[in-house]
Each structure stands twice: as C-alpha cells, then as structure tokens.
T-cell receptor
C-alpha cells in the first residue's frame, strides 16, 4: 500500500518566486495535515483538512501561504511570494480518523529559498 | 506553540543498552503519541497512549503516562543501531487529531 507521497522532495528557488508543494494522501484517509519543520520552531501544524474542507488554518503563518484540497487524492501548499525565512522541511500527513488512529507522514519537501 | 518539552535533547548509548526519553506537557490531553524520525525522512508513528491509560507496550517499546504530573516516558529496551533517530512526543488535547509536537530527543545508538 503506497504511503503519503510528496513532491518535489527538494526545491531550491529564489526569493520572490512562487512555490507549490504537492501531496497525495493515502487512499481512503479523510484527514490531511500540512506541517512545517525547522530547527528553531520544531514541527508546527499549518493547516488540516477533513473531507477536502479546511478545518483549522490557524497555523498558516501569513497570507503568503495558501493550501487547497481540490479532491480526496490531492492537496497543494503554495507560497507566494516566497522569502528566505520560509526555508524549512514541509510535511504532509494523512489519517483515517486522527482522534483514534495515528497520522501517516510523507517524507517531506526540503525547501530552500535563496 | 510547543506543548511538549522533551528531555534529554540528545542521548548517546551503546547497542544493547536501554534508552529512556521523557516528555512533559502543559494542558490536559486526550492522548499522547510517540513518533520516530530517521534522518531525511518523515515521522513514523510508534505508539499512542490514551489519557486513561498508564502504561503501554509494543515490542521493545514501553510508554508510561502520568497525567497528574503531565509527563510521559518512552523506554526502548535492548537498543540497536537501527534505533538511531529523533523521537518526538505529540499531544492531542481536543480529540481532533490536531497534534502539538515536542522538540524531540535525538538518540544515537553506537554499534
């Protein structure tokens, strides 16, 4: 069974450019989470969806960040315009019901903004 | 915001020894989970303990939870070099699945 798939695995781009990160959750999982991991702040939840609907986006740092889930098998996290402080590893995770079963993480996208 | 604080931040032991990591949190919880992260990879779930449970085992892992002290510990027995990774505790306070992670403990197991 395929796990959570994220693309790209690495992204290097210049400040000001638009960045789009992609995630394919495990089939049948109704919940999808986006996290950001940095040395300074650790692992932070940015936003999560239930049945393709955003439930809590209180962790989204600012308006430059947006996330969508157009269908049950695909989600994007977009940063526009990107800044050097956005450099981090971004993880996507999915779960059948996170209140009773664990979240499954992808291997992340390592983003570097120059 | 970080809910959990983990102790120690780093731990280095010899293969075969036991490793103990501790996690403290601030607010009441519904469950607490432990995850492992190998270098360059995503987090892998290890074990979930509910607020009404005090101890749980899974293979070489033993987790305890003391809700009165708002703390949990993860014990890895008979460690192996393959256990080298970072270990994170995460708390779910609202039974929503919204997890708040600690800063993690980096474990190195020397062969």
């Amino acid at each position: 069974d395929a796990g959570v798939i994220q693309s790209p695995r690495h992204e290097v781009t210049e400040m000001g450019q638009e960045v789009t990160l992609r995630c394919k959750p495990i089939s049948g999982h109704d919940y999808l989470f986006w996290y950001r991991q940095t040395m300074m702040r650790g692992l932070e939840l940015l936003i999560y969806f239930n049945n393709n609907v955003p439930i809590d986006d209180s962790g989204m740092p600012e308006d430059r960040f947006s996330a969508k889930m157009p269908n049950a098998s695909f989600s994007t996290l977009k940063i526009q315009p990107s800044e050097p402080r956005d450099s981090a590893v971004y993880f996507c995770a999915s779960s059948l019901d996170p209140s009773i079963v664990p979240q499954h993480f992808g291997d992340g996208t390592r983003l570097s903004i120059l | 915001s970080q809910q959990g604080e983990e102790d120690p931040q780093a731990l280095s032991i010899q293969e075969g020894e036991n490793a103990t990591m501790n996690c403290s949190y601030k607010t009441s919880i519904n469950n607490l989970q432990w995850y492992r992260q190998n270098s360059g990879r995503g987090l892998v779930h290890l074990i979930l303990i509910r607020s009404n449970e005090r101890e749980k085992h899974s293979g070489r892992l033993r987790v305890t939870l003391d809700t009165s002290k708002k703390s949990s510990s993860l014990l890895i027995t008979a460690s192996r070099a393959a256990d080298t990774a970072s270990y994170f505790c995460a708390t779910d306070s609202g039974n929503t699945g919204k997890l708040i992670f600690g800063q993690g403990t980096t474990l190195q197991v020397k062969p």
